[in-house]
């Protein structure tokens, strides 16, 4: 069994508010629960309107299944905050 913790750093330019960034940052973790049933939450800079830190997290058997779905959930972001996406971090347990 392996765990995968995906955690992205998103820099939000035009987010004028905590309102506006929540707005953008609920968008990532909705698609990415309800297409692909993975844990998310956001993790830091909670108090700051344009950067916020999402992490991921899911189980599967081997690593390459959850290697092609943080590519995905990276794919996605990219589309619904487009260079939004400043650093990325991957880990694998197990």
Known sequence: MRV???VIDVFLR???SLKDKRRALR???DRARSR???ATAEIDHQ???QRGTLAFVTVADRQ???ERLFD???EEADRIVP???SEVSREFLG
Do not use: K, Q, V
Request: proline share 4%; aromatic share 0%; no cysteine.
């Open 4 to 6: 995968g913790l995906l």
């Open 14 to 16: 035009g987010s004028t």
């Open 27 to 29: 968008a990532i973790s």
């Open 36 to 38: 692909h049933n993975i």
């Open 47 to 49: 108090e700051l309107r």
């Open 64 to 66: 390459e299944p959850i």
């Open 72 to 74: 995905r959930l990276l």
């Open 83 to 85: 260079g939004g996406i």
